[in-house]
């Protein structure tokens, strides 16, 4: 495939854009593959990547029921950041945040990484406390963040209310390399680059079934019919409940709906990601000038992609106390994604009780950070039966009770 270059821009611009190749190949399905990964979002994307690049498996399919990053990977807020609580986190986000620094430059294709910098405010003397810890915690675990005062967030967003009518703003824990990315673009980039190595992205095909011979692995049925497969990777998020009953096991996951909404675009007023946990509300601003707000998570397990008003309203009504300027803004739209809740709030990136059967999921409602080295830890796992930066995220934990407790750094926050 050509390489996208200022000088490729050049030559199509002199000659109509008519020479520009497509992204990626639409192929039929073959009767078998080394490996299918199932759910083309950026986590099965990036795990085929890295199994072609770090390891060298290039007979691959990726088999996406719907569009390639149609699921949570297309509907999420894109924020990044890696300061984690526990060591095994903030290893996997910290790595994920460091392939994300050169992304573009490793796909050839612009993901738009925006390390702006994020803040998750503290509202509470509970809250200084807790993040202060973090920061000590991400020192020593080499993540770069500090604690900062009032003013310190003050000067970095001017917009925001440090008196708030409820709660103060009395500090921030601040991340100067955490940021966004563009999310759609780092789908189209993995699956650029992989079908580029020659793997298959099957898309609008649906993986009903998973075949098992003595305990193992040796195929999927699909709505395009049977497909072999020496290894499976079951990476679909909100519907790994589903697709583990197909292949014969179960998980120890919820799925629910979480939400977001944009606002209608204005000149630049924030070029920092806020985070505000305590009254729940988070915002960036997006290139395109929209105001990006996180809301939140239905408090009941379901599978629907949509919004609701009743968090709508809640959102938007943390959001006017610290930012009073948007009260006037326009929202454009709002959505919803399912994602995928274990108990601690951490993934599950692990073999399973099927041979041959892996699986990654449990990001919930912040995976979309963690793509890289997602991907990273799921083809090591998958291509040698281990990965340093997947062992402590086994399923495993669950029957020992080897939790990796984030709900304060995930539960509420992306
Ligand atoms: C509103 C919202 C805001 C968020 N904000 C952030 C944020 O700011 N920062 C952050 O880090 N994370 C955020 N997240 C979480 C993040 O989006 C997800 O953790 C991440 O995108 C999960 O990626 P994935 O590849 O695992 O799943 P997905 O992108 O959902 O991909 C899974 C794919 O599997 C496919 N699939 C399912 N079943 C089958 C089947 N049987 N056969 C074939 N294909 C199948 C689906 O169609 C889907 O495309 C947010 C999520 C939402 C919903």
Same mark, same amino acid.
């Given at each position: 495939?050509?390489?996208?270059?200022?000088?490729?821009?050049?030559?199509?611009?002199?000659?109509?854009?008519?020479?520009?190749?497509?992204?990626?190949?639409?192929?039929?399905?073959?009767?078998?593959?080394?490996?299918?990964?199932?759910?083309?979002?950026?986590?099965?994307?990036?795990?085929?990547?890295?199994?072609?690049?770090?390891?060298?498996?290039?007979?691959?399919?990726?088999?996406?029921?719907?569009?390639?990053?149609?699921?949570?990977?297309?509907?999420?807020?894109?924020?990044?950041?890696?300061?984690?609580?526990?060591?095994?986190?903030?290893?996997?986000?910290?790595?994920?945040?460091?392939?994300?620094?050169?992304?573009?430059?490793?796909?050839?294709?612009?993901?738009?990484?925006?390390?702006?910098?994020?803040?998750?405010?503290?509202?509470?003397?509970?809250?200084?406390?807790?993040?202060?810890?973090?920061?000590?915690?991400?020192?020593?675990?080499?993540?770069?963040?500090?604690?900062?005062?009032?003013?310190?967030?003050?000067?970095?967003?001017?917009?925001?209310?440090?008196?708030?009518?409820?709660?103060?703003?009395?500090?921030?824990?601040?991340?100067?390399?955490?940021?966004?990315?563009?999310?759609?673009?780092?789908? %189209? #980039?993995?699956?650029?680059?992989?079908?580029?190595?020659?793997?298959? *992205? !099957?898309?609008? &095909?649906? +993986?009903? =079934? $998973?075949?098992?011979?003595?305990?193992?692995?040796?195929?999927?049925?699909?709505?395009?019919?049977?497909?072999?497969?020496?290894?499976?990777?079951?990476?679909?998020?909100?519907?790994?409940?589903?697709?583990?009953?197909?292949?014969?096991?179960?998980?120890?996951?919820?799925?629910?709906?979480?939400?977001?909404?944009?606002?209608?675009?204005?000149?630049?007023?924030?070029?920092?990601?806020?985070?505000?946990?305590?009254?729940?509300?988070?915002?960036?601003?997006?290139?395109?000038?929209?105001?990006?707000?996180?809301?939140?998570?239905?408090?009941?397990?379901?599978?629907?992609?949509?919004?609701?008003?009743?968090?709508?309203?809640?959102?938007?009504?943390?959001?006017?106390?610290?930012?009073?300027?948007?009260?006037?803004?326009?929202?454009?739209?709002? %959505? #919803?994604?399912?994602?995928?809740?274990?108990?601690?709030?951490?993934? *599950? !990136?692990?073999? &399973?009780? +099927?041979? =041959? $059967?892996?699986?990654?999921?449990?990001?919930?409602?912040?995976?979309?950070?963690?793509?890289?080295?997602?991907?990273?830890?799921?083809?090591?796992?998958?291509?040698?039966?281990?990965?340093?930066?997947?062992?402590?995220?086994?399923?495993?934990?669950?029957?020992?009770?080897?939790?990796?407790?984030?709900?304060?750094?995930?539960?509420?926050?992306?």
């Amino acid at each position: 495939m050509r390489r996208y270059s200022a000088f490729a821009i050049a030559r199509e611009a002199a000659r109509h854009h008519l020479g520009w190749e497509r992204a990626w190949a639409s192929p039929t399905p073959k009767a078998s593959y080394d490996v299918v990964i199932v759910g083309a979002g950026g986590h099965g994307l990036a795990t085929a990547y890295y199994l072609g690049r770090n390891h060298g498996i290039r007979n691959v399919a990726v088999i996406e029921k719907g569009w390639l990053g149609g699921g949570n990977t297309g509907r999420n807020t894109t924020i990044i950041r890696s300061n984690y609580l526990q060591d095994p986190s903030a290893a996997i986000y910290e790595k994920a945040r460091s392939l994300y620094e050169t992304l573009s430059q490793d796909l050839n294709y612009n993901v738009m990484f925006s390390p702006r910098g994020v803040m998750m405010l503290a509202q509470t003397e509970h809250e200084i406390r807790g993040y202060q810890r973090t920061a000590h915690a991400n020192a020593l675990q080499g993540v770069a963040t500090e604690f900062i005062g009032p003013s310190k967030v003050r000067e970095l967003c001017p917009i925001i209310n440090i008196r708030g009518p409820r709660y103060p703003v009395l500090g921030a824990l601040w991340q100067p390399r955490g940021g966004t990315a563009r999310h759609d673009a780092v789908a %189209w #980039g993995y699956a650029r680059a992989c079908s580029d190595m020659g793997m298959d *992205i !099957i898309q609008q &095909t649906e +993986v009903t =079934g $998973v075949r098992r011979e003595g305990g193992r692995v040796v195929g999927v049925d699909t709505t395009r019919g049977h497909i072999g497969c020496g290894k499976l990777g079951i990476v679909v998020a909100g519907h790994s409940g589903v697709m583990a009953e197909r292949a014969g096991f179960r998980l120890p996951i919820e799925s629910v709906a979480l939400q977001a909404l944009v606002s209608e675009p204005i000149k630049p007023v924030m070029d920092v990601v806020v985070m505000a946990n305590t009254v729940h509300g988070y915002m960036s601003q997006s290139d395109k000038g929209e105001m990006v707000i996180g809301g939140g998570a239905d408090g009941y397990n379901n599978y629907t992609q949509r919004g609701s008003f009743h968090h709508v309203e809640e959102t938007v009504r943390a959001l006017v106390e610290t930012f009073p300027i948007i009260s006037r803004l326009k929202m454009l739209r709002w %959505w #919803g994604g399912i994602v995928d809740m274990t108990g601690d709030r951490s993934p *599950i !990136i692990s073999k &399973t009780p +099927v041979e =041959g $059967v892996f699986v990654n999921c449990g990001w919930g409602t912040g995976g979309f950070k963690a793509i890289p080295g997602s991907g990273w830890a799921m083809a090591e796992l998958m291509a040698k039966g281990h990965s340093p930066l997947a062992a402590e995220f086994s399923l495993d934990r669950f029957r020992e009770g080897k939790f990796i407790d984030e709900s304060v750094a995930a539960g509420v926050a992306h």
